[in-house]
């Protein structure tokens, strides 16, 4: 836990070996404290929180810029993973994103001011992709956020451009969660096959670059 959380950018404030382990971590206005408990499995873990910051983006791109340094990769999958800031239907729309820590803990961090939140279109994709991340990124389900998005995919032949790289580039995250490298090299090969203006490609930059890193999962 010390060396995930100094990988983040935190410093440790406390640090007790005996007679019961326990930690302290500190980064800006974010206080954290872990206990040591014998034979405890961070599968298994309840532990959540919910941490409001001012910008989402900017301390995703701090954290992943740790995990990079620590693992070689922004993992994405078993413990601990980090998924990336998305509209959350659930919390009016603030782009939230999630951090399960090495003991098992959900950190939900979100930003402090509903007039963060961005404007999110109204297509029948992008609204199943609103579910597909509630499912996963909120309750823990990726396999049945998987299974609505593949039915949307399958059902939905007018969605924009857009609109379907960034389902598709969500549903090749979850193939990685579930441990299903064929189904992701299936999504990616056709999420590449789709063509896209220059404004698209301005428009879906951040998305791309995530789906770069993805690759870096295989």
């Known amino acids: 836990m010390l060396t995930f ?23 800006e206005g974010i206080d954290l404290h872990f206990f040591g408990m014998p034979g405890f499995e961070p599968a298994d ?49 603030l782009a939230g994103f999630t951090v399960v820590d090495p003991g098992g803990n959900w ?8 007039a963060s939140s961005r404007p999110h279109a109204e297509g029948k994709l992008t609204q199943a992709l609103d579910n597909a991340v509630v499912l996963a990124d909120s309750h823990g389900d990726p396999a049945q956020a998987a299974k609505i998005l593949d039915g949307a995919l399958a059902r939905i032949s007018d969605a924009s451009a857009v609109e379907r790289v960034e389902a598709l580039a969500y549903r090749a995250e979850l193939a990685f969660a579930l441990q ?39």
């Open 180 to 218: 299903d490298p064929f189904r992701a090299s299936a999504v990616l090969k056709e999420l590449d096959g789709i063509p896209l203006s220059p404004a698209d490609r301005e428009e879906l930059a951040e998305t791309l670059a995530a789906v770069s890193e993805l690759r870096g999962n295989y």
């Open 107 to 114: 950190l939900r961090i979100f930003p402090t001011a509903a």
């Open 5 to 27: 959380y100094t990988a983040l950018g935190f410093e440790r404030t406390y640090r007790q070996t005996k007679p019961n382990p326990y930690l302290a971590m500190q980064r």
């Open 45 to 93: 873990s309840y532990g959540s929180c919910i941490i409001q910051v001012p910008d989402t983006a900017e301390l995703h791109r701090a954290f992943a810029s740790g995990l990079r340094a620590l693992y070689g990769k922004v993992p994405v999958a078993g413990i601990p993973r980090m998924t990336r800031p998305r509209p959350r239907k659930n919390a009016e729309g």
